[in-house]
């Protein structure tokens, strides 16, 4: 098949202290244009990996990336990619922000003017019109995420790349976010892949969710698609079967990829587990998570 | 009158001008003004004057050979004598060169030949080197050398930062050279300068070259070590947005290196600068090069009643030029940094 975006059997392995860590094996998609995908697993499992390669930040060590036709070698502003922590220049302002990714990309095919026009049109576009010569420490973390993201869509990117990009916001911030990109998806249609933690923001905004299985050796688990009309509503859909049924869907598969993360240690572990007073219990579930989240980013 | 509250200044309204600075002066705002301008002057008052206390007092126990420690009263007035000396140098230059000029103007109308004229024109006046003169002598030194060491540091400390593989490579170099005594490079550089440096007609003295390179040689270091470090400490994910952007190295290096860069670079030049400072007096003692250190060393040499007093005055002259080149770099550094909330001391 001739997709857009090719993730074609990708495997990176790295090389650690404690011998190489096969993060990603086999990883295997297909992204049509305009569509939104979502990628949803646990800590460590090498979300971040699967965008960096396809941002081209990493080489993967087997397979490759193709993106219309081209095998992607190096990292480019046709991949626009939105990081979890803004990553704005403090040193300049909101419009220079832009404006420096705008003057990159389109130094030859567009006017000062027109560049300028493109800018400030991109910021008005997540409302962040008003703000232009603010410095980004004098802006909230909602504002400065807009900026983040005004400043790839600026460059028109074939991709959009989002790591957790609401991530670090409260809900409140977080929804108005989530309704500003499904605003600007619905009359741009841009290819996005985005990573997230939070069911409701993968099932609300995707076409389809990608869930990936644990590390290491972590690969595509399951893939949802999500045919619910678009625009969506998010009050409308709290009470639609149909959503409420993918929902379910994405809790159950990240649930039983806990439970079998930590069955293993439960074996090791179930003397102290049938010692159990409730807070022991507690106290042991505490410490089988941080033994996943261990595990999970390889330092076991 | 803009400290007032809203409230105050309601009620005061109307109130003729005195009346009002009346209440104002009654008011919680002048308290409060009078506490902060209080903590501001009054505390560090205090001190110094503690401090010269205990010193008028200390040093009046101690007799050496030249006689009594001087204390502040002695020190003080050896420093008005200083600058009494420096006028009268002045006075005396100023006189050399007015007979000069008649004797100029004497030999053109007597018709001497033109070489002779210029000869006369050109002559100096060659007083002796006043306490102020030698400051001067001193700070152009340290400027200079601090220049030099900067000029090379910042460049070198970029290109090492963003290279793993030169860091590597130059990094047993820096920790070489980096506690080297500026003493041990004296003789060294005072050779190679008499060495290389040779012109009829120099323009600068050779002692002025030595002391210079000297404190060079010392002042790269914190400045080159602190940039490397800037530099390879970029936050990973601004390296990755002038990746995903395609900066070319130059804009790559301007727009996000050296910003991020410049505060660690500024702690380095003033650190530099400071241990220019204190490098280039040692150096000027035991090389007898003109300047603070060679003032000191002379009078130390002259042994009269009143050296002690006199190397006190440059003692504490050196310390509050060292204080001032401090705060000029913070200074600078406040009105290059981007980031206006960092806290800079
Ligand atoms: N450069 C590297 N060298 C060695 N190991 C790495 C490297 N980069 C990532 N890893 C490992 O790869 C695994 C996946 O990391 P990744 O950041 O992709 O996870 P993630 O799914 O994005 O996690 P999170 O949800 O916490 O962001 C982790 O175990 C991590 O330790
Ligand atoms: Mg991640």
Not at chain 1, 86 to 99: A, E, G, Q
Not at chain 1, 187 to 195: C, D, K, P, Q, S
Not at chain 2, 173 to 187: E, G, H, M, T
């Amino acid at each position: 098949m001739n997709s857009y975006l090719d993730i074609d059997h990708i495997s990176i392995t790295f090389p650690t202290d404690s011998g190489p860590l096969n993060v990603l094996n086999n990883v295997d998609l297909n992204v049509a244009k305009g569509e939104f995908i979502s990628l949803i697993g646990h800590s460590g499992c090498g979300k971040s990996t699967v965008l960096n390669i396809v941002a081209g930040l990493l080489n993967a060590t087997e397979g490759g990336v193709v993106l219309e036709e081209k095998e992607v070698t190096e990292p480019g502003p046709d991949r626009a990619v939105v990081f979890q922590h803004h990553s704005l220049l403090p040193w300049l302002s909101v419009y220079d922000n832009v404006r420096l990714a705008v003057d990159q990309v389109f130094k030859r095919t567009k006017s000062k003017k027109e560049r300028h026009e493109w800018t400030l049109h991109n910021l008005d576009l997540v409302h962040m019109g008003h703000a232009l010569d603010r410095k980004p420490d004098e802006i909230s973390g909602g504002m400065k995420q807009r900026v983040g993201i005004a400043r790839a869509l600026a460059m028109e990117p074939k991709v959009m790349l989002m790591d957790e990009p609401f991530g670090a916001l409260d809900s409140l911030t977080r929804t108005h976010m989530q309704d500003s990109l499904m605003e600007i998806q619905a009359e741009l249609n841009n290819t996005v892949i985005m990573i997230t933690h939070d069911v409701d923001e993968a099932v609300l905004l995707s076409d389809r969710i990608i869930m990936m299985t644990n590390g290491p050796s972590a690969t595509i688990g399951e893939i949802l698609n999500i045919d619910l009309p678009k625009p969506r509503n998010r009050l409308e859909l709290a009470e639609d079967p149909a959503y409420n049924h993918y929902r379910a869907e994405v809790v159950k598969f990240l649930h039983e990829r806990h439970q079998t993360l930590t069955k293993d240690e439960s074996s090791e572990k179930s003397s102290v587990v049938s010692l159990s007073s409730k807070s022991r219990q507690a106290d042991d579930e505490n410490q089988k998570k941080s033994e996943v989240v261990k595990k999970a980013s390889g330092e076991y | 009158m803009a400290l007032i509250s809203a409230e105050t200044a309601t009620s005061t309204f109307n109130m003729p001008r005195f009346e009002r600075f009346l209440s104002y002066m009654a008011s919680d705002e002048w308290n409060k003004a009078v506490t902060k301008a209080a903590r501001a002057i009054m505390i560090p008052l205090a001190a110094l004057l503690v401090f010269l206390m205990l010193w008028s007092i200390g040093a009046k126990s101690i007799v050496t050979s030249l006689g009594v420690f001087p204390g502040p009263s002695t020190v003080w007035e050896q420093s008005l004598s200083l600058y009494d000396e420096h006028q009268s140098e002045r006075i005396k230059a100023a006189a050399f060169y007015e007979r000069m000029g008649k004797r100029v103007d004497k030999a053109i109308a007597d018709g001497k030949p033109q070489k002779k004229i210029e000869k006369l024109r050109n002559r100096k006046y060659t007083g002796k080197e006043t306490f102020i003169d030698q400051i001067f002598t001193s700070l152009k030194t340290v400027l200079v050398g601090f220049l030099f060491a900067s000029l090379i540091a910042i460049p070198a400390g970029i290109i090492c930062g963003m290279s793993a593989i030169l860091y590597t490579a130059v990094n047993p170099l820096i920790q070489l050279f980096k506690p080297i005594s500026p003493l041990a490079w004296l003789p060294l550089v005072t050779m190679v300068v008499s060495a290389v440096y040779v012109t009829s007609d120099p323009m600068f003295p050779k002692a002025f070259l030595t002391s210079a390179i000297t404190v060079t040689l010392c002042c790269l270091w914190p400045t080159l070590i602190n940039t490397i470090v800037g530099v390879s400490g970029v936050d990973k994910d601004l390296i990755n947005v002038s990746r995903v952007l395609r900066l070319n190295a130059f804009t790559k290096t301007v727009k996000i290196i050296l910003p991020s860069a410049i505060p660690l670079i500024f702690t380095g030049l003033r650190l530099s600068l400071s241990t220019g400072w204190m490098v280039l007096i040692a150096a000027e003692m035991l090389a007898q090069n003109p300047g603070l250190g060679k003032f000191v060393w002379d009078e130390f040499q002259n042994g009269s009643s009143n050296s002690l007093a006199r190397i006190m005055v440059a003692v504490l002259v050196i310390g509050f030029i060292g204080f001032l080149l401090d705060r000029i770099m913070l200074l600078i550094q406040r009105k290059v940094s981007w980031d206006k909330n960092a806290v800079l001391r």
